[in-house]
């Protein structure tokens, strides 16, 4: 099996070779293009959903009550009378919203964190990692559980909170990248020119190890999502007024006895996407030819 | 071997240090104190409480003290329920989580393993798909979610198995055990594959198929012990992960294990409860880390002198 640094290293004979040859590897992934094709129709129907969601936010009829779906209410209603395709719309903002701010907190960190410690090599390099294997051993589902319980339920520390767990396996394998890419001529002809090692390292190095990232951050988002999903449904995630897929399923699994339809529908939207999520990172993994750990 | 074990282990100190230092100092930063509950506490009675349960001294000395019953293995009162220790809370908690978890792990192993074996036996087959699928679905499905479901289907709709408690009727100890164990049985399905795949393409498996052992004596007498490795570096973190999902898995099936009561102290805001849980769960899952690595350095010497390597 030939290294991605191998790959990566080829993009610059030919720039779009690597990715067209990506792109026709992914196409032939069934799974992988229909996780695409779910994922951008759940995407869009969720940031549409002031527009498309056939009913308001916030309206609810307590005579109705909760409903079996109908042609009415596609998915039913809940016990105040609210439309659960509406909820579910909403919810999805935020589900995903928190996966991918998230997973960009996570990102940001880690890229630079990985990136200096595998540049700069030597002590400053095992006291950084050191660092990393030290949180890597903390229990962190506990600590978020804390946090959320000393701090209040805060949207923003929740980003946080889970950002800063995920970082750690970027940075791990944004440093073995970086390692292995820094011994390749190119970088040695930009340090010859006397670039200073952060200009390298932006210009140089880490747009050659966009496709391993990529992988990781396709694979990090729907386990950023679950962890929300987990909070809430502890009901130590997302609060009301404001509604996840993890708090509808809570919600759900407490009436599911009378209301089925309550946890069928938001559990289904919570596993499809993360389902699309996970078959597209899988399919852009075997893609771009990236050796997982995580496998 | 005994200099990585006692490396290792050198290493998990700073670990369990930090986690109670950090535990201790936001619990203490948590705003509101134990007392500042819905009745008026008279100022007297609110002092003497305070004094008894020590948090009128500075908080260094809170926190040294604090470190000196740790030493002794004593984790202090419960706020929440006066004249019970968080100790005693523990000692009845424990066993149950403990059971649990024991019968998920086992579940998942059984699984994950055989589906693993299964599906690198025919790599790109239908007996590679279907397993793998079957995993995917075990992933992306929470547990918090394949729980209702599951008591909605065989609870409620068939009747076959009781829907909540532990050990008060026959077979209550089903659901929540596929519960816990289902997302893990995915991984090391998914793991166990990967593994095994690798070692089923090395030279000394062709010779031994050379030489006409069966695909059964290939498997379990040569392939299994290298092709299992990364599942047994794995059980560390399982570990951790099964007694995070105990919250939700004793929570949803009214189970009287460590993860309820960790869930009730955190909405009670029993502050010495959920100090004491968070200390000793820690310390549980960076033992379990150190064996897990242990076990797998001892299955593969190679990772011996990789002492850095946590996953």
Known sequence: MSSPTHHLAEEDIEASSLWRDARLRL???????????ALVIVILAVSLAPWIAPYEYDAQDLNLGATAPSAAHWFGTDIFGRDLLTQILYGGRISLAVGFIATAVALIIGVSWGSVAGYCGGRIDAVMMRFVDVLYALPFMIFIILLMVVFGRNMILLFLAIGAVEWLTMARIMRTQVQSLKQ????????STGLSPLVILYRHIIPNAVGPMIVYTTLTIPSVMLLEAFLSFLGLGIQPPATSWGLLISYGAETMEEYPWLLIFPGAALTLTLFSLNFLGDGLRDALDVRGSKD | MLKFILLRMAQAIPVVLAVITVTFFLVRAAPGGPFDSEKAVLPEVKKALEAQYKLDVPLTDQYL???ADLADGDLGPSFKYPGRS????LASGLPVTAELGVYALCFALFIGVLAGILAALRPNTKQDYVPMTLAMIGICMPSFLLGPILILVFGIYLEWLPISGWGDLPGDKILPSITLGSAYAAYIARLSRAGMLEILSQDYIRTARAKGASDSRVVFKHALRGGLIPVIAFLGPAFAGLLAGSFVV????????LGRFYVQAAFNRDYTMILGTTVFLSVLIVIFNLISDVLAAWMDPRLRTQFSKAK
């Open chain 2, 65 to 67: 003290g604090y470190l």
């Open chain 1, 27 to 37: 196409q032939k992934n069934h799974l992988a293009v229909v996780g695409a094709v």
């Open chain 1, 184 to 191: 390749k001529e190119f970088v040695e002809a930009a340090t």
């Open chain 2, 250 to 257: 004793e929570t949803i099936f009214q189970i009287p294990g």
């Open chain 2, 86 to 89: 968080v100790n005693e809370i």
